[in-house]
């Protein structure tokens, strides 16, 4: 049997990480969602000693203090987080901000839908990809 894919989401928005949750609920796939409210409560959390790790970040980009690409940096710099995919799940459209989030090593950048409905069809299709992508077992 596979194991349950392990999922953080960092957002600032307390609206979207409930909305999230619920569609991770509503679906019938394998996996966890932890959520954390900003970047340094993620980095905090990745850095507490035997906290499983996540298999995927979904990191959003436009938060205060420490933006997403703060903390994809912040990640990255990590020996810890380092190998952790991280995809950006933000409404930012702008080129720049795709070309630094590719830049900073993102793994994906995913635009959020607006409708819920189409945000199910992306978060099933987001559990299936890296449910097949990531390692089987941890390091």
């Known amino acids: 049997m596979t194991r349950p894919l392990n999922i953080l989401l960092i957002d ?7 909305l999230a949750e619920e569609a991770f609920e509503s679906l019938d796939q394998p996996c966890t969602l932890i959520t954390a409210e900003s970047g340094q409560a993620a980095l905090a959390l990745l850095d507490t000693p035997d906290a499983p790790l ?13 933006n997403g690409f703060d903390v994809l940096a912040a990640l990255k710099q990590h020996p810890q987080s380092q190998m ?14 795709i070309t630094r989030a590719y830049t900073l090593h993102a793994s994906a950048y995913l635009l959020k839908s607006m409708h819920f409905q189409a945000f199910l069809e ?18």
């Open 122 to 139: 992306q978060i099933e299709k987001f559990i299936a990809f890296w449910t097949r992508a990531r390692l089987p077992t941890r390091p």
């Open 54 to 66: 996540p298999d995927v970040i979904l990191l959003d980009i436009n938060m205060p203090e420490m």
């Open 84 to 97: 952790i995919p991280v995809v950006m799940l933000t409404t930012s459209v702008s080129e720049e901000d």
């Open 12 to 18: 600032d928005s307390m609206t979207d990480r409930y």
